[in-house]
């Protein structure tokens, strides 16, 4: 049964609920007095392993389930008991599995003007019609021959869809991509690093923390061609600002992982970007981790808000990065507002130097007996906090206007480091580095669940998890907040004080993100369950040696004793 045309929705509909990245739901149906009549409405099996990351899409009567590798998607009629309308299931080819990062993992679709937009493993970018699931163009926008993958979703904004790519693990020079919605045609392409032509960047109006860039601000920080191998991938979030018509996201680590072998600030890995959509051009940039030294990522979600500090109204950008430190900036200027750990055992920086007048303005005061550089190549630097993964990974905090709390899912795990000499071979791992995690001395817990105040950078509550919480947040105007936990577990929590309010064990550990939905009048709660990602790699891919999976495999050994593998989508509802 085709989709009826006036059920699909005027804006796009997207995996970060909106382009704020907020992930908040005006629903009220469900609240804080009866979250915990819910019930199990009706349930899917997703026929996939691996780590089921993303969120369902509902657009209209239809609601769109997607897959890890190879990236199936499902069109479920709403109004039939979720029954198939159509099923997308593209050829790639396995080889693209042994160069995929952490897992095999697939944040999902985005929808916008009738279409359905994603981006494959091996980097295909398609269209397809909702209506039908029929392919309406393809493109490729990297290679796995050269380590380049795909695991992130899209992000459709006016005519363009913007896209990244993963391959830092592996020597690649990532870059950002729009491509035009109706054609697939590529109207621009902006690197993470080199040339300033190539980035887009222009050294006099580009600016870092109110000062332009200058001449080649990428070249000069790289020691000869080591940039061409450089990393800086963007396999995060991308939000959009409609008013200053702005896109933001973050780049990932520096490759190699080793720091010896890449002297200088390796810009602009490690850093937020606003751009323009239209042209690509950078408006500013903020470096968060200047030769990184510990793969700490700044691809997590960049969340829009518009909040006062010292008393005057601002365009605010909120970002929980890997490194511990949540940063609040304007989004019009780049400004950085605060910066502050979220997590007490971060011990990398000490601090963010805040100070404007400083030559270190806006850069870390490093803790050199946490920097593996400090005791060079094939030493061992141990107990640094966080680990690799992060205190926060990928996945998304939501943001509630009724409380002014982020709410963001974290980890508490540290590690031991050892970089080591490596060679660059095309579609060879590029990695440099061991690690080891484990949790900080004398915690029982590897994870926790906070809530945080932006504009002071400070936590307002917390909740500790006996694992990382590896799902996504989300938000709503019943006064609630929803996560999950990677031995299966959907909660709910009172949004000001954080009680938990509701339990529900599904089949599978939680690594994608809850969200939420009307349908015939009636609210649903719905998450796609099934282990894996970073975190959850060991059972996921059944792997067995405590170093496997950069150290995750040892890291989260008790996890086998509370989930197990699997692929499904649950849906929950107040009885009628």
């Known amino acids: ?51 089921h990351e993303g969120a369902p899409l509902v657009i209209g009567s239809i609601m769109v389930v997607h897959t890890p590798f190879p990236n199936v998607v499902s069109a479920l009629d709403l109004d039939h008991e979720g029954r198939v309308l159509w099923r997308y299931s593209p050829r790639q080819e396995a080889n693209v599995i042994p160069v995929m990062c952490c897992d095999t993992v697939w944040r999902g679709p985005a929808y916008a003007g009738g279409r359905l937009f994603l981006q494959l493993a091996d980097t295909t970018v398609v269209a397809l019609d909702l209506a039908t699931g029929r392919e309406l163009w393809s493109v490729k926008n990297g290679d796995p021959a050269r380590g380049e993958t795909n695991t992130a979703t899209v992000l459709p904004v006016k005519d363009k869809l913007i896209v990244g790519i993963s391959g830092g693990e592996y020597g690649a020079r990532c870059h950002v991509t729009a491509y035009d919605q109706a054609t697939g045609r590529r109207l621009w392409r902006a690197y993470a690093m080199g040339p300033d032509a190539d980035m887009l960047i222009d050294p006099e109006r580009t600016t870092e923390l109110g000062r332009p860039v200058g001449r080649d601000s990428s070249l000069r920080s790289w020691e000869g061609d080591q940039w061409r191998l450089g990393g800086g991938c963007s396999w995060g979030w991308f939000s959009y600002d409609p008013d200053l018509d702005l896109v933001y996201y973050g780049t990932g680590n520096p490759s190699t992982w080793n720091p010896a072998q890449r002297p200088g600030g390796n810009r602009w890995s490690m850093a937020i970007l606003a751009r323009d959509p239209d042209t690509g051009m950078a408006r500013w940039v903020y470096q968060m981790t200047p030769h990184d030294q510990w793969d700490y990522d700044g691809v997590n979600e960049m969340i829009l808000t518009d909040q006062d500090i010292d008393g005057r109204p601002r365009k605010l950008l909120t970002h929980f990065d890997r490194n511990g430190f949540g940063y609040t900036l304007d989004r019009a200027s780049g400004e950085l507002l605060v910066a502050e750990k979220f997590d007490p055992s971060v011990n990398w920086a ?90 900080p001395a004398g915690a029982e817990n590897t994870g926790a669940f906070i809530a945080w105040d932006g504009t002071r950078g400070r936590i307002a509550w917390s909740i500790p998890e006996p694992f990382s919480v590896w799902s996504g947040a989300l938000a709503t105007a019943g ?56 975190a959850g790699i060991g059972l996921a891919a059944g792997l067995t040696d405590p170093a496997e999976g950069s150290g995750a495999v040892g890291g989260y050994a008790a996890l086998s004793q509370y989930t197990a593998p699997g692929g499904v989508l649950t849906v929950f509802a107040l009885p009628e």
């Open 350 to 439: 000490r601090r963010i130097v805040m100070d404007p007048g400083s030559p270190a303005h806006g850069r870390p005061e490093i803790d050199p007996r946490y920097a593996p550089e400090t005791a060079g190549e094939d030493e061992t630097t141990t107990g640094i906090c966080p680990g690799a993964l992060g205190a926060k990974n990928q996945q998304p905090a939501a943001y509630s206007p009724q409380t002014r709390l982020f709410y963001v899912p974290t980890n508490h795990m540290c590690m031991d480091y050892e970089p080591f000499r490596v060679t660059y071979s095309p579609g060879q791992p590029y990695v440099g580095a061991t690690l080891t995690l484990h949790p």
């Open 479 to 534: 006064g609630i907040v929803f996560y999950g936990t990677l031995e299966g577990y959907l909660k709910a929590v009172d949004a000001r004080t954080g009680r938990e309010l509701y339990r529900f064990k599904t089949p599978s550990g939680i690594v994608g993100n809850v969200t939420t939905y009307m349908h015939r009048g009636r609210q649903y709660v719905a998450v796609l369950s099934g282990i894996g990602g970073w």
């Open 1 to 51: 049964m085709p989709a009826r045309a006036g059920d699909s929705p005027a804006k796009p509909v997207l995996q970060t609920v909106d382009y704020a990245n907020t992930r908040y739901a005006a629903l009220d149906q469900i609240d804080a007095g009866n979250v915990g009549r819910l019930r199990v409405a009706w349930t899917f099996s997703t026929g996939v392993l691996r780590g």
